[in-house]
Each structure stands twice: as C-alpha cells, then as structure tokens.
C-alpha cells in the first residue's frame, strides 16, 4: 500500500475560508517536509516538521508522530494559494530518500 | 536564492531514442536528485547523488542512468527511451539531507512517442 496517504485529493475555497490538508504515514517517520506546487509545476519547500507545531505566515504545519500524520493549516486563503501541496516523508536518517504523497489541489476562488 | 537550471524544458522523442536531461546548480550543494512526476501524482525519486562522481540508486531506477560529472552538473540518461517514460522530470539539489531545504529546477517535460 501507498506509504503516504493526502488528502483531501482536491479542496475549493472562497478567498477568506481556511484549508486544513492532511497527510497520513504507514511507515516509521524520520522526517515530514511541505511542499506547494504552482500550477505552472515548480515546487517550492514550505516546511520540514519531523514532529510538533511550525508556522510561517498564514501557514501551520502540525506532525503527530505517534498517530503518523502531519496537516497543513492555511488561514484566510488567497487565490496565490491555489496550486498543490505536496507532503513528504524521508526514510531512514538523513538518507535524502523521499516519498511523496500525490498531492492536494487547492482551488482559491475570488 | 539557490538556483537549479534544467535543460531542455520540453523534449519529444520516439521509442528506442536516445535522450538526456542535463540539471545545474550553482551553489555548491552536495545533494543532487532526480525524480519523476505522472499526472496526478506526486514525485518519485529516480537517482540521486552526494557528490561528484557518486551515484545512489533512488526507488525507480529502471531504465535510467544517471551521471554527476561536477560538484555543478548532475545528468539523467534514457538510453532506449520508452513511452512509459513519458513524464515531468525535476531535478533538485540541497545542502545535505533532512533538515536542508531541498531546491527544485523548473522541470523537463518528457514525450516519448
């Protein structure tokens, strides 16, 4: 089975509402990094939060490892927003291995 | 900003031809890695590599070669390129590993007839 489960698969918003994306783990965690892809393709790291509670912004990242799941807050959703977000799990420590989950599509609407 | 330089951006080719995609970062980075991306998924990790002339094997490795000829350049090799090769490929490179923010090219867009 799938190591990395996102979901949900696809969100739409109203500009204002806020997003929570979940990213679930089968496999033990050494590392959870956020990554938000436009939708031109290019990806840009958010977050690398192996454990505990980050913020940047309008963004939280919250992992749990003992119930292997990580989420995504995005508050006061902007229509810059909309594109994919990406979670990750590296296997073993400091292996450099990822294993993506297949994404979240946020659609911001004005 | 670390910057990631692939090229071609896009690249159309027929079966059994012979294709690489060249990736270039300019900050010295240790870590170089190539991963894959099909519609509707999310990335899986091809080759990567620690430094210059070290090859690590990532999870689908088959019917890629891969090459890092500097502490710069890092190369994807498709030797008899398949249509199941058909694909977005990105290249990305970071200091180290966990912690170390991971930087990605822009991506090459992959079309095997």
């Known amino acids: 089975g799938q190591q990395v489960q996102q979901s949900p698969a696809s969100l739409v918003l109203q500009e204002g509402e806020n997003a929570e994306l979940q990213c679930n783990f089968s496999?033990?965690?050494?590392?959870m990094q956020w990554f938000y892809q436009r939708p031109g393709g290019s990806l840009v790291s958010l977050f690398y939060n192996p454990s505990g509670t980050k913020h940047s912004g309008r963004l939280t990242s919250t992992t749990v490892i003992k119930e292997r799941r990580s989420s995504l807050h995005i508050s006061s959703s902007q229509t810059t927003d909309s594109g994919t977000y990406l979670c990750a799990l590296e296997r073993g420590t400091n292996t450099g291995k990822l294993t993506f989950g297949d994404g979240t599509v946020l659609t911001v609407k004005p | 900003e670390a910057a990631v330089t692939q090229s071609p951006r896009n690249k159309v080719t027929v079966t059994g031809g012979n294709v690489t995609l060249s990736c270039r970062q300019t900050?010295?980075?240790?870590?170089m890695y190539w991963y894959r991306q099909d519609t509707g998924h999310g990335l899986r990790l091809i080759h990567y590599s620690y430094g210059a002339g070290n090859l690590q094997i990532g999870d689908v490795p088959d019917g890629y070669k891969a090459t890092r000829t500097t502490q710069e350049d890092f190369f994807l090799l498709l030797e008899l390129a398949s249509p199941s090769q058909t694909s977005l490929y990105f290249c990305?490179?970071?200091?180290?590993?966990?912690?170390?923010?991971?930087?990605f090219g822009a991506g090459t867009r992959l079309s095997v007839l």
């Open positions: 990305a490179s970071s200091v180290g590993t966990g912690e170390n923010t991971l930087y």
């Open positions: 900050n010295s980075h240790n870590y």
């Open positions: 496999t033990s965690l050494n590392s």
